[in-house]
């Protein structure tokens, strides 16, 4: 796993720590079956995504994301993928 | 289909207690629960009230996050009291979820610290991310956001009425599931109200000169209902729920009954929105005990709404009197916690109720000196050992809209 990837976990599982009081859930759990994480969750946690990557996604990108927001590989895939330069924003955030 | 109900189980939270034994310790020895309005970053400062009926006895709640990521402060009072409140009634779950047990429950506004989070974020001077709504500030803050998160944490799929008619929310809700329960339409309903500790709600009064201002210096000293040297209401935070059940159905599963619920009215001054209307409220009464089938004789007992306004004390009090004279005892309860606001109604009938089991009859607090106006009705000035048997529980809200509930000790 690239060194991006894995600060982009990192900061994925701190959001489901912090703001989800969910703890360590396994990368390929169904977050929704095992730990309830639910629809109104999944929009909180586009917030936080967008908060920490210092992006606005517009509606269609959010709607096309509540598919992805399965597991937390699911999430960090869909990441990488809409925001090309994620690596260089992770960092950023980090280090803010 | 017409069918008697009972009250099979209380619970509240107020600035005087949050337990029976509490709220009749303070009931009986005059304790105030009213305190220094606490500094906020809002309106706090501007204000000229500068007290506030305040709940004390801290509260573990240990909601998990799924429920309480829909709940703003007003909805932790009413989940509170209605978690106790299923505890103590001994219901099963599969009654609870049976579709025959509703809610009936209100709040004045939703949650208004939710809210001011959402005019900040909505003024906010960089809009977009950092300035953007939440997922469920709506529903953390919307007018029935106590019924619905009650429904959901406690898995109760019956009727959900949602009054939010201010001062008048929770004894509509014992009302309208009073008639739920009486016409077959339901077996039980959960019914009561809450307010969150808000100081906008202060400055509406405080705006309509209203609010009590001389005391600011001596918080327990005010509101004084009736009392020549009252100077307005004093806003105050609670939360109160009781179960209404049908009586056979209570009466075969051993439910304790601790009141029947007789008679209900409500009505509308039908002009004008904030003063107290003589007519009006005498109409109030008298529907009140039509509805329960008595006559004025037959009442023991007034939990009058008696805010300690200036011109409301007054006019209650001669309502009382047409229609009673100076025989029913009455208590403005409102001396001891201030004014509860949507929850005034099912905490006052919770007083009420405790005052018939324990045979006493709490004094209006503070009340000194009568004013001359209000006199020629049965004021309680001392502690009274004295049963109840039938009490009325009486109240008025801005928009004109009046309420009496009319409660009995159960002939068993």
Redesign the interface.
């Known amino acids: 796993m690239s060194s991006s990837r894995q600060d982009i976990e990192a900061e994925i599982y701190r959001i489901f720590r912090e703001q989800?009081?969910i703890e360590d859930p396994g990368p390929d759990e169904d977050l929704r079956e095992v730990h309830?994480f639910?629809s109104?969750?999944a929009?909180?946690l586009l917030?936080e995504i967008?908060?920490l990557f210092?992006?606005?996604m517009d509606q269609e990108t959010k709607k096309e994301a509540l598919s992805y927001i399965r597991t937390i590989n699911g999430i960090c895939d869909y990441i990488e993928q809409v925001l090309p330069d994620a690596d260089a924003r992770v960092s950023e955030a980090v280090n803010r | 289909m017409d069918r008697r109900v009972v009250i099979t189980a209380a619970s509240a939270v107020t600035p005087i207690g949050n337990s029976k034994q509490k709220i009749v310790h303070s009931l009986q020895n005059g304790v105030s629960g009213v305190l220094p309005l606490r500094h906020d970053d809002l309106l706090a400062d501007y204000l000229h009230c500068r007290v506030f009926g305040t709940v004390q006895e801290p509260i573990e709640y240990g909601f998990e996050?799924?429920y309480r990521?829909?709940m703003g402060p007003v909805s932790y009072y009413a989940c509170h009291v209605v978690g106790q409140l299923l505890e103590q009634s001994g219901l099963s779950r599969e009654f609870v979820s049976s579709g025959r047990l509703g809610v009936a429950f209100g709040s004045t506004h939703g949650s208004p610290s939710v809210q001011r989070h959402i005019y900040k974020a909505l003024y906010h001077q960089e809009k977009?991310?950092?300035g953007?709504l939440?997922?469920?500030d709506y529903?953390k803050s919307m007018v029935h956001t106590t019924a619905v998160n009650i429904t959901k944490m406690f898995e109760i799929t019956g009727r959900v009425i949602c009054s939010s008619t201010a001062c008048t929310t929770s004894s509509q809700s014992i009302g309208y599931g009073y008639e739920m329960v009486k016409y077959g339409m339901q077996d039980a309903m959960v019914c009561g109200g809450a307010d969150e500790y808000d100081t906008t709600t202060v400055a509406v009064f405080d705006n309509l000169l209203a609010c009590s201002t001389a005391y600011n210096d001596r918080p327990g000293q005010t509101p004084r209902p009736f009392d020549d040297d009252r100077d307005g209401l004093v806003v105050a935070e609670g939360a109160g729920a009781v179960l209404l059940e049908e009586y056979e159905a209570a009466r075969k599963r051993g439910a304790p009954i601790l009141g029947e619920v007789i008679g209900f009215s409500c009505n509308n001054n039908g002009g004008d929105l904030i003063f107290p209307n003589l007519d009006g409220i005498t109409r109030t009464i008298q529907l009140g005990l039509e509805s329960a089938g008595i006559g004025p004789e037959a009442m023991d007992f007034i939990s009058a709404h008696a805010t300690g306004t200036k011109m409301g004390d007054v006019i209650e009090a001669r309502a009382i009197e047409q229609v009673f004279g100076n025989s029913p005892m009455v208590t403005g309860l409102k001396g001891y916690t201030g004014h509860t606001m949507a929850s005034c109604g099912v905490i006052e009938t919770i007083m009420t109720l405790y005052m018939m089991e324990n045979g006493f009859v709490a004094p209006t607090l503070h009340l000194e000196n009568i004013d001359s106006r209000c006199t020629g009705i049965g004021h309680v000035t001392q502690l009274k050992d004295k049963a109840i048997d039938i009490a009325s529980v009486q109240n008025f809200a801005f928009g004109g809209v009046n309420t009496s509930l009319v409660l009995k000790v159960p002939a068993l």
């Open positions: 989800f009081e309830g639910d109104i969750d929009i909180e917030m967008e908060k210092q992006v606005e | 996050r799924k990521k829909t977009g991310v950092s953007s939440g997922a469920v529903l």
